[in-house]
């Protein structure tokens, strides 16, 4: 994944073990990229409130406001 050089902080344990959540109908090979922990999916249902990132050492999800463009 060349997208996401730096993956930010988790809030709630200051780990940056945190991976992209991506929308979307999950293919194999985003499966896969589940399974060795490289992303996460989040499934196809976009509400338009989603976070962005997943923290892989506490489970919490975040992102959702800080990210968006402004
Ligand atoms: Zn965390």
Aim: aromatic share 8%; hydrophobic share 25%.
């Amino acid at each position: 994944m060349t997208l996401f050089k730096v993956n930010p902080k988790c809030p709630e344990c200051n780990s940056t073990n945190s991976i992209p959540i991506i929308y979307g109908l999950p293919s194999s090979e985003l499966a896969t990229e589940q399974n060795v922990g490289k992303l996460w999916l989040g499934g196809c249902c976009i509400t338009g409130n989603d976070p962005k990132w997943r923290c892989s050492k506490c489970g919490h999800h975040f992102g959702k406001e800080k990210w968006k463009h402004g």
